[in-house]
């Protein structure tokens, strides 16, 4: 089918309270996320290429825990210098994981701001870090998630996350957005590359910025309809479920699909 040129009113998302406080929560802080890995930007670090190759065997580990109570969102705030992140879902009322490290040992703090629950994890070392999450999955609640150097891996399907801000120098991001709910992200790969996957029956809209390269997004098909700020789905407007990516720098390339 070909694809569809023309230009739209941009309708926008239906937002609730919650996701307001999430917007404005993940505006604040953004700032001092790109900060953090501009501030690390001289540090002579790996490339992407090598992060694979990093061997965990002799790395200390920490566990992490933070109890939610049950109508209680949940704030996760990652910075990683060199590694992995996987954050993914389970079915406890619980944040959960481990962090495994090489060098220096992470910054990790818990504890409740603004009556809402957050993890905090910053990095200490670029000796290498590995930061396994499992998420409530029955809370909403948001992601904060910056890294140098890294392969940064979300699994939302099952969860109700309701944003997200994931920036990285050079990294290989994936996302798989929530099934049940609607969700915005932010997303910068740096000279990396940004793959996702949204729901089969999701209003998908992307919004890329002046640092995005369209010309390297591949889309699952040629459905979509272009107006002034990117691409949206032809039913957004009227998708019970709607998802939106705001798209920057990503040299490797974008890709999105369904499952």
Same mark, same amino acid.
């Given at each position: 089918?070909?694809?569809?040129?023309?230009?739209?009113?941009?309708?926008?998302?239906?937002?609730?309270?919650?996701?307001?406080?999430?917007?404005?929560?993940?505006?604040?802080?953004?700032?001092?996320?790109?900060?953090?890995?501009?501030?690390?930007?001289?540090?002579?670090?790996?490339?992407?290429?090598?992060?694979?190759?990093?061997?965990?065997?002799?790395?200390?580990?920490?566990?992490?825990?933070?109890?939610?109570?049950?109508?209680?969102?949940?704030?996760?705030?990652?910075?990683?210098?060199?590694?992995?992140?996987?954050?993914? !879902?389970?079915? !406890?009322?619980?944040?959960?994981?481990?962090?495994?490290?090489?060098?220096?040992?992470?910054?990790?703090?818990?504890?409740? $701001?603004?009556?809402?629950?957050?993890?905090?994890?910053?990095?200490?070392?670029?000796?290498?870090?590995?930061?396994?999450?499992?998420?409530?999955? $029955?809370?909403?609640?948001?992601?904060?998630?910056?890294?140098?150097?890294?392969?940064?891996?979300?699994?939302?399907?099952?969860?109700?996350? *309701?944003?997200?801000?994931?920036?990285?120098?050079?990294? *290989?991001?994936?996302?798989?957005?929530?099934?049940? !709910?609607?969700?915005? *992200?932010?997303?910068?790969?740096?000279?990396?590359?940004?793959?996702?996957?949204?729901?089969?029956?999701?209003?998908?809209?992307?919004?890329?910025?002046?640092?995005?390269?369209?010309?390297?997004?591949?889309?699952?098909?040629?459905?979509?309809?272009?107006?002034?700020?990117?691409?949206?789905?032809?039913?957004?407007?009227?998708?019970?479920?709607?998802?939106?990516?705001?798209?920057?720098? !990503?040299?490797?390339?974008?890709?999105?699909?369904?499952?």
């Amino acid at each position: 089918m070909p694809k569809i040129m023309q230009f739209t009113k941009f309708v926008p998302l239906k937002l609730t309270k919650l996701h307001v406080f999430f917007l404005l929560l993940i505006s604040i802080l953004i700032i001092a996320l790109v900060l953090w890995i501009y501030q690390r930007s001289s540090n002579n670090l790996p490339s992407l290429a090598d992060v694979k190759t990093i061997d965990y065997s002799q790395a200390k580990n920490t566990p992490v825990n933070q109890q939610i109570e049950a109508t209680q969102s949940v704030v996760l705030s990652a910075g990683l210098s060199l590694g992995t992140v996987i954050v993914d !879902s389970n079915p !406890s009322s619980s944040i959960t994981g481990n962090v495994s490290y090489l060098g220096a040992e992470p910054d990790i703090r818990s504890g409740m $701001n603004n009556d809402v629950p957050y993890l905090a994890i910053e990095s200490r070392s670029n000796k290498g870090e590995k930061y396994e999450i499992h998420l409530p999955a $029955n809370h909403t609640g948001s992601l904060q998630v910056g890294a140098q150097v890294g392969e940064l891996s979300f699994d939302l399907s099952q969860t109700r996350i *309701a944003s997200a801000n994931i920036i990285a120098g050079d990294g *290989a991001i994936s996302v798989i957005s929530p099934k049940f !709910s609607s969700f915005i *992200a932010n997303l910068q790969a740096g000279s990396g590359k940004i793959s996702l996957k949204i729901p089969q029956d999701a209003g998908i809209k992307l919004v890329y910025t002046e640092q995005a390269d369209p010309s390297k997004f591949k889309l699952d098909n040629d459905n979509y309809v272009q107006d002034e700020n990117g691409f949206h789905s032809a039913d957004f407007d009227s998708a019970g479920i709607q998802t939106v990516f705001k798209i920057g720098k !990503s040299d490797g390339g974008f890709e999105l699909a369904r499952y």
